[in-house]
């Protein structure tokens, strides 16, 4: 049962520059944030009930969790007790390297450097809302709200006429 889930500053830069690419990478970065959400929306959720894992697992690195993305994009966690690290996320090629570089990783992420989320406990008290660590705003809007007409006239060129 996991209790924390940790994002590595690495992996919320790599969030925020694939959501700002556009195309298959903000789809990725959407899909990747969605699994985190599914894992602290429910405790008793598995890991593979909330997205579709590797075939083949990860061997490289003990207690590694990698799941597929859209468009060949890879998420990768490493789980600690009851403690799930999401340290990475890109393409397949970019985190085959990563794995290759830190095969055998025997010190996880420091938790200081890591945003930590809490799951809800397995029945939680309705008086109390899950508690977050550090507050985050929805990276969703964000990303609306950084969008502007000119934007959208740009995306949208054939329906509308300027």
């Not at 209790?3 to 990747?32: E, F």
């Not at 959208?152 to 329906?159: A, P």
Request: contains cysteine.
């Amino acid at each position: 049962m996991i209790r924390n889930i940790h994002l590595d500053p690495t992996l919320k830069k790599q969030l925020k520059v694939l959501r700002k690419a556009g195309g298959r990478g903000a789809a990725a970065a959407v899909h990747a944030r969605n699994i985190i959400d599914q894992l602290l929306s429910d405790v008793r959720r598995n890991l593979n009930q909330v997205g579709r894992m590797t075939r083949y697992g990860e061997a490289r690195i003990k207690n590694c969790v990698k799941y597929d993305l859209v468009r060949g994009y890879r998420l990768i966690g490493i789980l600690q007790g009851e403690d799930l690290f999401f340290v990475f996320l890109g393409s397949h090629d970019e985190c085959d390297h990563w794995l290759r570089n830190n095969a055998g990783i025997e010190n996880i992420p420091s938790k200081r450097r890591s945003s930590t989320l809490s799951v809800p406990p397995e029945d939680p008290d309705p008086r109390e809302s899950p508690r977050v660590q550090e507050p985050e705003a929805l990276e969703d809007e964000i990303l609306f709200r950084e969008i502007d007409e000119r934007d959208l006239r740009i995306i949208f060129r054939g329906l509308c006429k300027a």
